[in-house]
């Protein structure tokens, strides 16, 4: 299963005939008119349990997100690409603040969400339960896993959450300069030497399948995207997200002489949509329930980090400690 399926639209259907009819007209038509919906605000109990699920799982995937690229801080090739990774992965455990942040404005406190996630209960993205063998293979996440979450951020960023529209705001900020810092990784990799083309082009065959299932499944199965559209917490589908991600960035793939693992992919002339051939959505399935390459290795990482720091979270939060005066 992916997601709820049949009993989601059960449940969806009964949450909304709960709601009082007056108030759920309000809220939508607020909606329509594009404005913000702030914490105060009346919601349905529905849209707020659907963007807690949406919200939680990004700020989960930004920190899980920083582990594979975190393992090549101190294997970087030279002192400004290590400076410039770590700036990178900084950026991303600050990201999940902010997200973190916006989801609890919804109700559901940090360290629930943080159980959620080292408990496998909460979902987080696929992409980062592979592993980043080579160099080649962090540049490939710098530039396009971040150019992928840009293009799903900057749609979503216009949407109708004021807290999740605002972090996202400033994330797609700091993405920019990531994905310029990644194209430039990519670039020197494939106009290097036979061995460091060698070396880019085996990432982008090991990444394509993850990346393409990256937007979600397509729209005709995904479960959330109706309801998420309708109250415009989602402003692109999934299938959107993904052909404007191959419109973008397969031109620049080509131009640097690398090729995609794909034989059937190319632009229909017509329809000016991109064809593909149907990544594996088993191994998809499989990956976001836990069994993927890394999986178990990620949340093993969240674990201990999750112990190591509770002094540092019980410190913060105890009442104020007797102030000792430092000794003459
Ligand atoms: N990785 C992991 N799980 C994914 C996924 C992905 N790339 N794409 C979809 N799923 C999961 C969904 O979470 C959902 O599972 P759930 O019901 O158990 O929560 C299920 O697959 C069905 O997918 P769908 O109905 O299409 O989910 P959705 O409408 O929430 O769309 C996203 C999925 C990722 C496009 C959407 O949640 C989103 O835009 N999220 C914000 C951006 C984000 O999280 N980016 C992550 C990397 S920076």
Redesign the pocket.
Known sequence: M???GNSFEAMKATALTDEDPIKLAEFEARIDRGEKIEPSDWMPQLYRKQLT??IE??AH??II?ALPEGTWITRAPGFKRKLALMAKVQDEVGHAQLLYSAAETLGKPREEMITDLINGKS????IFNYPAFTWADSCFISWLVDAG?IV??IA?SKGSYGPYCRALERICAEESFHLKYGHHCVIHLATGTKVQREMMQEAFNRWWTPMM?????SDKI????EI?MRWKV?MSS?DECRQQFLDMYVPKIWELGLTLPDENLRKDPETGEWQFTEPDWEEFKRV?NGDGPCNKERLAVRRVAEERGAWVRQALLAPKAKYVAPLA
Request: proline share 3%; charged share 15%; net charge positive.
């Open positions: 992916y997601g709820g699920r949406m799982q990004h995937s930004e997100g979902k987080y993205s696929n979450a799903n951020q979503n299932h990256f937007f979600g499944p995904s479960v959330h995207s998420l989602k999934n976001i």
